[in-house]
Protein backbone atom coordinates (compact mmCIF):
# COMPACT_ATOMS: atom_id res chain seq x y z
CA UNK A 1 0.00 0.00 0.00
CA UNK A 2 1.33 3.43 -0.90
CA UNK A 3 2.36 5.82 1.61
CA UNK A 4 4.14 9.47 2.31
CA UNK A 5 7.32 8.99 1.90
CA UNK A 6 10.57 12.03 2.59
CA UNK A 7 12.25 13.40 -0.24
CA UNK A 8 15.08 11.13 1.06
CA UNK A 9 13.53 7.65 0.90
CA UNK A 10 11.84 8.42 -2.10
CA UNK A 11 14.93 9.00 -4.02
CA UNK A 12 16.18 5.64 -2.49
CA UNK A 13 13.27 3.94 -3.69
CA UNK A 14 14.01 5.29 -7.20
CA UNK A 15 17.13 4.06 -7.40
CA UNK A 16 15.96 0.79 -6.45
CA UNK A 17 13.72 0.87 -9.04
CA UNK A 18 10.18 1.45 -7.14
CA UNK A 19 7.69 3.67 -8.75
CA UNK A 20 7.12 7.58 -6.97
CA UNK A 21 4.54 9.64 -7.16
CA UNK A 22 5.93 13.20 -7.42
CA UNK A 23 4.97 17.16 -7.27
CA UNK A 24 5.55 18.51 -10.39
CA UNK A 25 5.06 22.57 -11.39
CA UNK A 26 1.52 21.71 -12.92
CA UNK A 27 -0.28 18.69 -10.68
CA UNK A 28 0.89 14.79 -9.27
CA UNK A 29 2.98 12.78 -11.53
CA UNK A 30 4.14 9.02 -11.13
CA UNK A 31 7.65 9.27 -11.46
CA UNK A 32 10.39 6.59 -12.77
CA UNK A 33 14.38 6.46 -13.23
CA UNK A 34 14.86 6.57 -17.14
CA UNK A 35 17.86 4.04 -16.44
CA UNK A 36 15.25 1.66 -14.80
CA UNK A 37 13.70 0.20 -18.16
CA UNK A 38 11.49 -2.33 -15.76
CA UNK A 39 9.99 0.55 -13.60
CA UNK A 40 9.46 2.73 -16.82
CA UNK A 41 7.67 0.01 -18.16
CA UNK A 42 5.31 -0.23 -15.10
CA UNK A 43 4.32 3.19 -15.46
CA UNK A 44 2.12 2.20 -18.00
CA UNK A 45 0.89 -0.58 -15.84
CA UNK A 46 -0.01 1.29 -13.17
CA UNK A 47 -1.90 3.73 -14.90
CA UNK A 48 -3.93 1.52 -17.48
CA UNK A 49 -1.80 4.00 -20.46
CA UNK A 50 -1.47 1.93 -23.62
CA UNK A 51 2.06 1.33 -24.72
CA UNK A 52 1.91 3.21 -27.29
CA UNK A 53 0.79 6.90 -25.74
CA UNK A 54 4.63 7.73 -25.13
CA UNK A 55 5.86 9.21 -21.25
CA UNK A 56 7.39 12.53 -21.18
CA UNK A 57 11.01 12.97 -19.74
CA UNK A 58 11.78 15.64 -16.80
CA UNK A 59 15.24 16.54 -16.68
CA UNK A 60 17.56 18.56 -14.16
CA UNK A 61 19.57 20.31 -17.10
CA UNK A 62 19.70 19.93 -21.04
CA UNK A 63 23.42 18.02 -20.30
CA UNK A 64 21.35 15.24 -18.76
CA UNK A 65 19.52 15.13 -21.96
CA UNK A 66 22.63 14.97 -24.33
CA UNK A 67 23.76 12.36 -21.73
CA UNK A 68 21.00 10.05 -23.08
CA UNK A 69 22.59 10.47 -26.57
CA UNK A 70 20.03 12.93 -27.54
CA UNK A 71 21.10 16.05 -30.03
CA UNK A 72 19.76 19.18 -28.78
CA UNK A 73 19.10 21.26 -31.79
CA UNK A 74 19.54 25.25 -31.61
CA UNK A 75 15.65 25.45 -31.69
CA UNK A 76 15.12 23.57 -28.30
CA UNK A 77 17.69 25.39 -26.81
CA UNK A 78 16.00 28.60 -28.27
CA UNK A 79 12.82 28.07 -26.14
CA UNK A 80 15.31 25.92 -23.24
CA UNK A 81 16.91 29.77 -22.57
CA UNK A 82 12.96 31.39 -22.79
CA UNK A 83 10.86 29.16 -21.01
CA UNK A 84 12.52 26.38 -18.79
CA UNK A 85 12.39 25.89 -16.15
CA UNK A 86 8.40 25.91 -16.63
CA UNK A 87 5.43 24.16 -17.96
CA UNK A 88 6.88 23.31 -21.48
CA UNK A 89 7.62 20.03 -22.96
CA UNK A 90 9.73 19.89 -26.39
CA UNK A 91 9.50 16.91 -28.87
CA UNK A 92 12.87 15.91 -30.51
CA UNK A 93 14.49 12.89 -32.30
CA UNK A 94 16.22 10.76 -29.83
CA UNK A 95 17.50 7.26 -30.09
CA UNK A 96 15.67 4.28 -31.01
CA UNK A 97 16.19 2.54 -27.78
CA UNK A 98 15.11 5.04 -25.85
CA UNK A 99 11.87 5.66 -27.65
CA UNK A 100 10.65 2.81 -27.78
CA UNK A 101 11.79 1.89 -23.62
CA UNK A 102 9.31 5.54 -23.08
CA UNK A 103 6.77 3.96 -25.60
CA UNK A 104 7.17 6.39 -28.30
CA UNK A 105 6.44 4.94 -32.47
CA UNK A 106 8.69 7.81 -34.41
CA UNK A 107 12.22 7.89 -32.61
CA UNK A 108 10.98 10.89 -30.42
CA UNK A 109 10.77 11.42 -27.20
CA UNK A 110 8.87 14.92 -24.61
CA UNK A 111 11.70 16.85 -22.67
CA UNK A 112 11.36 19.43 -20.01
CA UNK A 113 12.51 20.91 -16.99
CA UNK A 114 10.27 21.10 -14.23
CA UNK A 115 9.88 24.83 -11.98
CA UNK A 116 9.87 22.35 -8.96
CA UNK A 117 12.37 22.67 -6.67
CA UNK A 118 11.86 19.11 -4.78
CA UNK A 119 11.62 17.38 -8.18
CA UNK A 120 14.84 18.95 -9.57
CA UNK A 121 16.89 18.22 -6.97
CA UNK A 122 15.80 14.33 -6.71
CA UNK A 123 17.18 14.55 -10.37
CA UNK A 124 20.48 16.47 -9.58
CA UNK A 125 21.01 12.93 -7.95
CA UNK A 126 19.40 10.22 -9.50
CA UNK A 127 19.66 11.57 -13.12
CA UNK A 128 16.28 12.10 -15.63
CA UNK A 129 12.60 11.17 -14.73
CA UNK A 130 9.96 9.25 -16.82
CA UNK A 131 7.11 11.20 -15.66
CA UNK A 132 3.43 11.38 -16.12
CA UNK A 133 0.45 12.45 -14.76
CA UNK A 134 -0.59 10.93 -11.34
CA UNK A 135 -4.35 9.50 -12.96
CA UNK A 136 -5.55 6.36 -14.86
CA UNK A 137 -5.27 6.49 -18.44
CA UNK A 138 -8.10 8.91 -19.38
CA UNK A 139 -9.13 10.18 -16.06
CA UNK A 140 -8.43 13.58 -14.41
CA UNK A 141 -5.27 14.58 -12.53
CA UNK A 142 -4.53 14.09 -8.59
CA UNK A 143 -3.42 18.00 -7.45
CA UNK A 144 -1.84 16.40 -3.96
CA UNK A 145 -0.16 13.92 -2.64
CA UNK A 146 -3.71 12.69 -0.43
CA UNK A 147 -5.21 12.32 -3.48
CA UNK A 148 -2.52 10.13 -5.36
CA UNK A 149 -3.18 8.15 -2.39
CA UNK A 150 -6.99 7.65 -2.13
CA UNK A 151 -6.76 7.02 -6.25
CA UNK A 152 -3.81 4.51 -5.78
CA UNK A 153 -4.52 2.61 -2.10
CA UNK A 154 -4.77 -1.04 -3.65
CA UNK A 155 -1.72 -0.40 -6.31
CA UNK A 156 1.03 -1.99 -5.30
CA UNK A 157 3.23 -1.10 -8.26
CA UNK A 158 3.37 2.38 -6.43
CA UNK A 159 6.03 2.72 -3.41
CA UNK A 160 4.33 5.74 -2.08
CA UNK A 161 4.25 9.71 -2.47
CA UNK A 162 5.80 12.92 -1.77
CA UNK A 163 3.78 15.60 -0.43
CA UNK A 164 4.65 18.81 -1.84
CA UNK A 165 1.13 20.50 -0.93
CA UNK A 166 -1.58 21.45 -3.57
CA UNK A 167 -0.86 21.94 -7.25
CA UNK A 168 -1.91 24.26 -9.76
CA UNK A 169 -3.44 22.23 -12.35
CA UNK A 170 -2.38 24.00 -15.48
CA UNK A 171 -0.93 22.01 -18.12
CA UNK A 172 2.10 22.44 -20.26
CA UNK A 173 2.01 22.85 -23.62
CA UNK A 174 3.98 20.35 -25.33
CA UNK A 175 5.43 21.34 -28.87
CA UNK A 176 6.97 18.97 -31.58
CA UNK A 177 10.34 19.95 -33.02
CA UNK A 178 11.03 16.89 -34.89
CA UNK A 179 9.18 18.03 -37.81
CA UNK A 180 9.35 20.50 -40.56
CA UNK A 181 7.47 23.07 -39.79
CA UNK A 182 7.32 22.48 -36.04
CA UNK A 183 3.59 22.25 -34.48
CA UNK A 184 2.07 22.62 -31.09
CA UNK A 185 0.07 19.79 -29.63
CA UNK A 186 -1.13 21.02 -26.83
CA UNK A 187 -1.24 24.29 -25.79
CA UNK A 188 -0.94 25.37 -22.71
CA UNK A 189 0.91 27.65 -20.15
CA UNK A 190 3.06 28.84 -22.52
CA UNK A 191 0.80 30.14 -25.90
CA UNK A 192 1.37 29.53 -29.33
CA UNK A 193 2.34 33.07 -29.93
CA UNK A 194 4.49 33.26 -27.18
CA UNK A 195 6.49 29.83 -29.35
CA UNK A 196 6.69 31.62 -32.54
CA UNK A 197 8.00 34.48 -31.29
CA UNK A 198 10.89 32.27 -30.46
CA UNK A 199 11.13 30.23 -33.13
CA UNK A 200 10.30 32.17 -36.15
Avoid at 10 to 31: C, F, N, R
Wanted: glycine letters at 8%; one cysteine or more; charged letters at 20%.
Amino acid sequence: MPRLMKVEAAIAALDGGGIVAVPTDTVYGLAAEVGQPLAVATLFTLKYRPTFVPIPVMVDSVEQIQFLGVEWPDEAQGLTDAFWPGALTIIVTVPHELSVMLGGENDTAGFRIPDDDILRRMMAVLGPFAVTSANEHGEKPCYSAQEVLERFASREELTGAIDGGERSGDVSSVVDLSVTPWRVLREGAVSTAELARVLN
